[in-house]
């Protein structure tokens, strides 16, 4: 009795009523971290080229799309900023006056439930595009902990309800946490960008950021896109360090590594659904080669089945559309 033709696995897929009720991965609205690029000015709203859809936005410009966001029930949103000037160290990310913390501040006046996630990084904000700070022509580790740390911190105090450190620095986290807690921001989680792999997929984001690097590139401290153990290892570490979330990206490459994370951690998880991999879904679908819909969706969901709890996706707010239509 456990094989053709007493079986027929084909039973399941009979009706519509029944394959909803056979469907072990369900996308909800809930699922979603929709990424925003802020800039200095006045009504600025520009469209990034290879990301149909996004674009960068000045203060006024952010209320409404927060309002939206909001609405449509996505619960966070992770920002990125645009600095008016960049220098060697990256200041902008940790003056209060600087255009993330601003935008924290637009936020939690509009839409005061909204989690707001920061990315914690340089890039955006030196002149060499670089994630930390140069010393002897290297990336230096230690000194770029301590301006990530004022970074996390300045952004807490701006209002951020989560932080997500993305450097890949060692020790990132637990610099992180301590300079949190002593700051008294004891209830602030991290979400740690733990496996980050130097990945092309970056690229059209890198044109939203504006953070290419300027000499070279981020191999020394992003990892190989061929590694899976060392991933587990920084996995490891940063939940040693305290992470609350952590964190794989690119996610669609690397539906391997967010599946054994899953299993060997069962961490709270979140995997970036980057830049790239929503561009190619947006150009093959303009060109009418692919139907856009069905394929990102087929692609978040394939993200959650392999042990994402959340996805931070730029399809957000589409998607959010098309599982309210739904019902
Ligand atoms: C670094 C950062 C990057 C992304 C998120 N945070 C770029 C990089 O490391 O080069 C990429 C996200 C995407 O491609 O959508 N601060």
Not at 32 to 53: A, K, L, S
Not at 268 to 290: D, L, Q
Request: charged share 25%.
């Amino acid at each position: 009795m456990s094989s053709f033709p007493q079986v027929r696995l084909r039973r399941l897929r009979e009706s519509p009523a029944l394959r909803r009720m056979a469907q072990e991965t369900r996308l909800s609205v809930s699922d979603f971290i929709y990424p925003i690029f802020v800039t200095h000015g006045r009504d600025v709203q520009n469209q990034i080229e290879p990301m149909p859809g996004i674009s960068q936005l000045s203060l006024d410009h952010l209320i409404s799309e927060v309002g939206e966001v909001s609405d449509l029930g996505i619960p966070a949103v992770l920002l990125f900023g645009i600095p008016a000037e960049k220098d060697p160290e990256g200041r902008e990310a940790y003056e209060p006056g600087g255009i993330v913390q601003e935008a924290i501040r637009v936020i939690k006046e509009t839409a005061p439930d909204l989690m707001v996630i920061t990315d914690v990084c340089l890039c955006e904000y030196t002149d060499h595009g670089h994630c930390g700070a140069i010393v002897d022509g290297k990336v230096d580790n230690d000194r770029t902990l301590e301006l990530l740390a004022k970074t996390a911190v300045c952004q807490a105090e701006a209002g951020a309800d989560m932080v997500g450190p993305s450097a890949m620095m060692d020790g990132q986290v637990g610099a992180i946490r301590d300079a949190l807690d002593i700051a008294g921001f004891v209830d602030t989680p991290i979400m740690a960008y733990s496996a980050k792999y130097s990945s092309a997929f970056y690229g059209p984001f890198r044109v939203a950021a504006e953070s290419e690097p300027q000499f070279g590139d981020r191999k020394g401290y992003q990892m190989d896109p061929a590694n899976i153990r060392q991933a587990m290892r920084e996995i490891e570490q940063d939940i040693d360090e305290g992470a609350d979330l952590v964190m794989v990206k690119p996610a669609l490459a690397y539906l391997d590594v967010i599946s054994a994370a899953r299993d060997t951690f069962g961490y709270p998880m979140a995997a970036y659904n980057v830049s790239g991999e929503y561009s190619m879904v947006k150009a093959a679908a303009e060109n009418e080669w692919i139907d856009g819909q069905r394929v990102a969706l087929e692609i978040l969901t394939a993200i959650k089945r392999a042990g994402a709890d959340m996805v931070i996706t730029y399809h957000a707010k589409e998607v959010a559309r098309w599982l309210a239509a739904e019902r």
